[in-house]
């Protein structure tokens, strides 16, 4: 005589088969177990350069979106002017050891152009979702930059920034392998309006 039971407990399935001897037969119990494990559970990912902890489903939630419906479009001339306070740059970039040269030569001509189109673009009442996203995950990753700042001084900004980038495009590749120059644009954007890095005292008064 045979008897199978099969129950459920939480995410572990298992089925238990009982077989009951005759005469010198030895009775034998066997247990199978299988234990599922959801696909979605975020990986948290160590990024190298400053040993800070990020999650980069959520950094490449915000690309996919930006890459999507701003970056990946021709950008169309400003027809609106928003509010700003002027920052010098130099100040910011001595605050947080960033390379002049380097944005002068990279980050100006590459990204800095599109900054003001790109605010305007978040602030619309339809990007809403996105804009909060997009502030929830820097902050997020500028608490762990700024709690171990001190201990990588000698690493320049720069070097943090791409770092993150690289990271993050390692760990979601499939997905983001075409997308390396939004990445750049998202994290240097954040740099400029004060969202990653430390903040002089006008963007203090700004934010």
Not at 112 to 123: N, R, V
Not at 143 to 159: G, P, S, T, Y
Request: glycine share 2%; net charge negative.
């Amino acid at each position: 005589m045979s008897e199978a039971n099969s129950f459920n407990l939480g995410n572990i399935d298992a089925t238990d088969s009982v077989t009951i001897g005759n005469g010198n037969s030895v009775n034998c119990r066997t247990n199978n177990i299988q234990v599922f494990v959801a696909d979605n559970i975020s990986e948290i990912i160590e990024v190298p350069s400053i040993s800070i902890l990020i999650d980069p489903f959520k950094l490449r939630e915000v690309v996919e979106l930006c890459h999507a419906t701003f970056y990946d479009e021709e950008i169309k001339p400003v027809c609106e002017e928003i509010d700003t306070v002027i920052i010098p740059l130099e100040e910011k970039h001595k605050l947080n050891k960033m390379c002049e040269i380097f944005w002068d030569e990279v980050i100006s001509p590459d990204f800095e152009s599109k900054f003001t189109e790109f605010e305007i673009f978040l602030k619309k009442r339809e990007n809403n979702d996105l804009l909060h996203k997009l502030e929830m995950m820097a902050r997020c990753i500028n608490r762990d930059v700024l709690a171990k700042r001190n201990k990588f001084i000698h690493i320049e900004f720069q070097e943090i920034i791409q770092d993150i980038g690289k990271t993050v495009l390692k760990s979601q590749y499939e997905n983001l392998c075409n997308m390396q120059e939004t990445i750049d644009f998202v994290l240097y954007y954040l740099y400029s309006q004060c969202l990653l890095g430390r903040k002089t005292t006008q963007e203090k008064k700004k934010c």
